[in-house]
């Protein structure tokens, strides 16, 4: 048997979220057929030092993946924090009081108002990275390609090496219903093994509740910073959007990276088969491909458009990626994307004062 998709296709309502996540989910089906003695071999998962790929991180190494908010912190790196110290970018006045120091008073401001104020900076800090990888066992799924979930682990461990390249603190939270992996950020360069062994040992099995998965790793999150979830998205939007929500509250940066592999896409079967749930085993679905392809395609555009919309309209960063892309294009593309974004509304602040 191989991993492949059946679907919520009987669904009367034309939205892609149920409750019942097993019955209806793409990407949760094995497919059973005699054409699988034919079937092109899937490649083998990858080993922990094959998960940072140096072709991948010769073309995003020269790259940063910075924050678009405020960072609390106090190492020296890449952002803009909220603790006022002595240097960096100017910030704001406030009245003197006995304690500090005098070279902190503006003079000339000074001499308009005959008061003694001191100048504010905001200090540059170092971000806090969270990256949340699903483990669910619709992340099994992989025909053509590699499955999500190695696609995923690699994307995560590219973005570790370079976050903690730049200086920057990065953990990881392995998202599972009952094998869940939670490691606090760190900054030092021997973490990276770490975060390795875990992406490594990773297993997509069982059901998930992504939304509760996601509630739980942001309340151990102690510091706001960036938050990246990958994940195929499978599950109620409403309860996705409700855990996101919570996390834009608490002042994380979010981005969602949702993994597809391409046979989701284009539902590409032309013969009758049975599909065997990769979540639950006594779930299976029979069906005949060519004849609601038409109808999966809609749903699943109109699945597409409301993640994104919701993700967006949350204030955060949606990174479509399949698992046929290179990825090294689609990391190189999101990073330059969010850089120009930021510097543009950088610009735009500092024409602003």
């Known amino acids: 048997m191989r991993p492949i998709i059946a679907d919520y296709l009987f669904r009367p309502h034309p939205s892609f979220p149920t409750n019942d996540r097993h019955q209806f989910m793409l990407g949760l089906f094995r497919r059973q057929s005699k054409l699988d003695a034919h079937a092109p071999t899937k490649r083998s998962a990858a080993g922990a030092n094959d998960l940072v790929d140096p072709v991948v991180m010769d073309q995003i190494g020269h790259l940063e993946l910075l924050s678009r908010t405020v960072v609390d912190g106090l ?15 100017f910030a704001q006045h406030r009245q003197y009081a006995p304690g500090d120091e005098i070279r902190q008073i503006d003079w000339q401001v000074y001499a308009r108002n005959d008061r003694y104020f001191v100048r504010q900076f905001e200090e540059e800090t170092n971000l806090h990275a969270m990256l949340a990888v699903d483990s669910s066992g ?13 696609y995923a682990r690699r994307a995560a461990a590219c973005l570790a090496r ?12 392995v998202l599972h219903e009952t094998n869940s992996q939670f490691i606090p950020a760190k900054q030092h360069a021997a973490h990276l093994r770490t975060l390795m062994a875990a992406l490594q040992s990773a297993d997509a099995s069982g059901e998930g509740n992504l939304s509760h ?7 151990r999150q102690r510091r706001r910073g960036l938050l990246v979830l990958l994940s195929d998205c499978f599950g109620d939007l409403d309860d996705l959007a409700t ?29 009758w088969s049975a599909f065997q749930s990769l979540e639950v085993a006594s ?6 491909p060519p004849a609601v392809r038409d ?14 919309d919701m993700v967006v309209g949350l204030g955060g960063d949606y990174v479509r990626m399949t698992t046929a892309t290179d990825l090294a294009d689609t990391l190189g593309w999101f990073l330059r994307n969010r ?7 950088t610009n735009r602040g500092a024409a602003g004062r």
């Open 339 to 345: 850089m120009a974004r930021r510097g543009l509304a």
């Open 162 to 173: 370079l976050l903690l390249h730049q200086r920057d603190s990065v953990g990881l939270t």
């Open 243 to 271: 855990a996101l929500r919570i996390a834009r509250a608490r002042g994380h940066d979010v981005v969602v990276m949702h993994i597809l592999a391409p046979e989701e896409l284009t539902f590409n079967f032309r013969r």
């Open 295 to 308: 109808q999966y395609l809609q749903r699943m555009r109109t699945f597409l458009a409301d993640l994104e």
């Open 213 to 219: 998965q996601v509630q739980h790793c942001v309340a």
């Open 283 to 288: 779930q299976r679905l029979h069906l005949d």
């Open 138 to 150: 619709s992340m099994n799924f992989g025909l053509s390609t590699v499955s999500k979930l190695d």
């Open 75 to 89: 190492l020296a790196g890449k952002h803009r924090s909220t603790t006022k110290g002595g240097c960096c970018e």
